[in-house]
Nanobody, 117 residues
Framework: QVQLVESGGGLVQPGGSLRLSCAAS????????MGWYRQAPGKPREFVAN???????NYADSVKGRFTISRDNAKNTVDLQMNSLKPEDTAVYYC???????????WGQGTQVTVSS
């Protein structure tokens, strides 16, 4: 059973930066596709970024050039560096992991990011 635990959320002013981290339990982290999603109040959960086992990354258009996803397979962690934050980035951010061959993917409990002056 995989557990994903996020950390690093908080309150930041517009234009500021935050770094989110997600730690995964279990084995075979290196083969998983890891990602970040977010959900703002009253809105559906949306894709932010992911990184596959080869290191290839994908980003939502709304965060391209501002956010960077990275992984450390030795530590079983995936990070999301968020720069030039905007009020519209305010949301609960969720870590997601998918292991090939599994029927389901896994979610963390979420961490709140609030961008406000």
């Amino acid at each position: 059973q995989v557990q994903l635990v996020e950390s690093g959320g908080g309150l930041v002013q517009p234009g500021g930066s935050l770094r989110l981290s997600c730690a995964a339990s279990g084995n075979s982290f290196s083969i998983a596709t890891m990602g970040w999603y977010r959900q703002a109040p009253g809105k559906p959960r949306e894709f932010v970024a992911n990184i596959v086992s080869t290191g290839h990354t994908n980003y939502a258009d709304s965060v391209k050039g501002r956010f960077t996803i990275s992984r450390d397979n030795a530590k079983n962690t995936v990070d999301l560096q968020m720069n030039s934050l905007k009020p519209e980035d305010t949301a609960v951010y969720y870590c997601n992991g998918y292991w090939p061959g599994n029927r389901y993917d896994y979610w963390g409990q979420g961490t709140q990011v609030t961008v406000s002056s």
